[in-house]
């Protein structure tokens, strides 16, 4: 079946630090991907995508690059700052894009200390 | 603002109590859904309306039941919940067959005693 999985949290960094959330993914078809970030007492908001192999999505200054041959997403920001404290959530749609079809990863909680 | 808003933030219920959650999106979408959130899990979608019609329920116990009056408002009664029940529960809602881009309310933290 389909299924995502996010590297464990929380990831603790520095302000200005690199940072790295880990995505893997398993799907049937072809996915699209998806990151989601949830700021604290807030819904999810979509924060990037990428629908085909070797996309790279990009907003706010993440990235993240659809790998189909390592079946990852990861997510990339070359300097964090303090207002990007949230949890983010990797996704998946498999083939068409339908209805309530997004899959969830776990959430990986990100804390950046000034 | 997103334009999907949900009340009450936050719910303390016993298990004999009835409850109901509410969802209201502003948003000009025809579909909707709950999901439930709960610490260190991927986020359960329980149910999916599509055009007023439920077209998804993810083998939810009853003692969860929704309802759609019309496409911008989206109920979740609640009655004899349990424990485990406790989490925070989400609302969304997107143009039908573009459910990958759904827009979030801020959720609804319960609270089962």
């Known amino acids: 079946g389909n299924s995502v999985t996010q590297m464990e949290g929380p990831v603790t960094l520095s302000e200005e630090a690199f940072l790295t959330i880990n995505c893997t993914y398993t799907?049937?078809?072809?996915?699209?991907l998806f990151w989601y970030v949830q700021y604290p007492g807030e819904g999810l908001q979509l924060l990037l995508k990428?629908?085909?192999?070797?996309d790279k999505g990009s907003n706010k200054g993440f990235e993240a690059t659809y790998r189909k041959e390592t079946t990852s997403f990861h997510l990339e920001k070359g300097s964090v700052q303090v207002s990007d404290s949230a949890v983010y959530f990797c996704?998946?749609?498999?083939?068409?894009?339908?209805?309530?079809?997004?899959?969830f990863g776990q959430g990986t909680t990100l804390q950046v200390k000034p | 603002e997103t334009g999907v808003t949900q009340t009450p933030r936050h719910l303390v219920m016993g298990m004999t109590n009835k409850k109901s959650l509410k969802c209201e999106q502003h948003?000009?979408?025809?579909?909707m859904y709950w999901y439930k959130q709960s610490a260190k899990k991927p986020l359960e979608l329980m149910f999916v309306?599509?055009?007023?019609?439920?077209?998804e329920n993810n083998s939810v116990p009853s003692r969860f039941s929704p309802e759609c009056p019309n496409s911008s408002h989206l109920f979740l009664h609640l009655h004899t919940l349990q424990p485990e029940d406790s989490a925070l529960y989400l609302c969304?809602?997107?143009?039908?067959?573009?459910?990958?881009?759904?827009?979030f309310g801020p959720g609804t933290r319960l609270t089962v005693l």
């Open positions: 969304a809602s997107s143009h039908p067959g573009q459910g990958a881009y759904q827009f």
């Open positions: 799907a049937t078809g072809y996915p699209s």
């Open positions: 990428a629908t085909k192999a070797d």
């Open positions: 996704a998946l749609t498999a083939g068409a894009v339908v209805a309530g079809k997004l899959i």
């Open positions: 948003l000009g979408h025809n579909a």
């Open positions: 309306y599509s055009l007023e019609e439920r077209v």
